[in-house]
């Protein structure tokens, strides 16, 4: 039988992770580094992260155990919070000092975009499926639409006000959530 994970060294290995990135920024961290600074050993860190990339990712936006998105008993409302959980995990100051690096990492080697894809991009577009099942459910939407598209209708404009046009996403989620939902709606009409 396997032995607990302990959630003490899974902690340690997030907040070393976050203090060596405002430290020494994304390109400076090494999994030395966050070893030393969570006094374990790298081997504990390579159990739960098998890259640089994931272990980042997981101390700076979300882990793989991402919960569903809110359900606030409306699609729009669900979606305003949904982009507000985004544009919550992209903003804070590990997430600002590793995402330029993790995209490019990840423009540089498939394989590394294919896990990612498979353990964490994933596990976004099931919150998204549930969140648009439960509008079906409500009547909000007459069949689910693709996930993959809702995905990036959601998350690449919060990138690209952050990221991209280097501009503040205050007001975005409301903004957003409430373009996103008309055109969910209007499309739901029309299919």
């Known amino acids: 039988m396997a032995r607990p994970r302990d959630t003490r060294v899974d902690e340690a290995i997030l907040t070393a992770t976050r203090e060596l990135l405002a430290e020494a920024g994304y390109a400076g961290l090494t999994m030395d580094a ?50 507000r959980e985004i544009v919550d995990h992209l903003t804070n100051p590990a997430a600002a000092a590793a995402i330029p690096g993790l995209m490019g990492d990840l423009s540089s080697s498939p ?47 919060v990138f690209a006000v952050i990221y991209v046009q280097n501009r503040s996403p205050e007001g975005l989620p409301e903004q957003l959530g409430t373009v996103i939902h008309a055109a969910l709606a209007a499309s739901s009409q029309n299919a």
């Open 34 to 83: 966050v070893a030393e600074r969570a006094r374990i050993g790298k081997a504990a860190i390579y159990r739960r992260h098998a890259t640089k990339q994931e272990m980042v990712f997981s101390a700076a936006v979300h882990g793989a155990d991402l919960p569903d998105p809110p359900d606030t008993g409306s699609l729009r409302g669900d979606l305003v919070a949904l982009v």
């Open 111 to 157: 394989e590394l975009a294919a896990r990612f894809q498979d353990i964490l991009v994933t596990r976004q577009q099931l919150g998204i499926e549930h969140l648009l099942d439960r509008a079906v459910a409500r009547g909000e939407l007459r069949t689910a639409p693709d996930v993959s598209l809702v995905h990036a209708l959601v998350s690449g404009p």
